[in-house]
Nanobody
Framework: QVQLVESGGGLVQAGGSLRLSCAASGNIFRVNAMGWYRQAPGKQREWVATMYSGGTTTYAESVKGRFTISRDNAKNTVYLQMNSLKVEDTAVYYC??????????????WGQGTQVTVSS
């Protein structure tokens, strides 16, 4: 089993910055990919950014140029640096990971979510 623990959410004014962290622990043979999704009130969960094992990163158009995803392989941790935050970035942010366990099975995991609130 794998656990994802997120941190770093909070309240910030528009134009400000926050950095989210997500640490994976447990039965991890390899991290195939880690990323972030978000869900605003009354809306469906949407993909934000992903970093793959080879280092490739992809971003949703709505955050491109403002958010940066990075990782610390030694800590199995992924970060989301969020700059130039907008009110519409307000949401619960969820970490997502595709992880290969010791039995070589790949599975998806979700974190518990961390609230990001951007005030005008």
């Amino acid at each position: 089993q794998v656990q994802l623990v997120e941190s770093g959410g909070g309240l910030v004014q528009a134009g400000g910055s926050l950095r989210l962290s997500c640490a994976a622990s447990g039965n991890i043979f390899r991290v195939n990919a880690m990323g972030w999704y978000r869900q605003a009130p009354g809306k469906q969960r949407e993909w934000v950014a992903t970093m793959y094992s080879g280092g490739t990163t992809t971003y949703a158009e709505s955050v491109k140029g403002r958010f940066t995803i990075s990782r610390d392989n030694a800590k199995n941790t992924v970060y989301l640096q969020m700059n130039s935050l907008k009110v519409e970035d307000t949401a619960v942010y969820y970490c997502n990971a595709n992880i290969r366990s010791d039995n070589l099975n790949d599975s998806h995991y979700w974190g518990q979510g961390t609230q990001v609130t951007v005030s005008s």
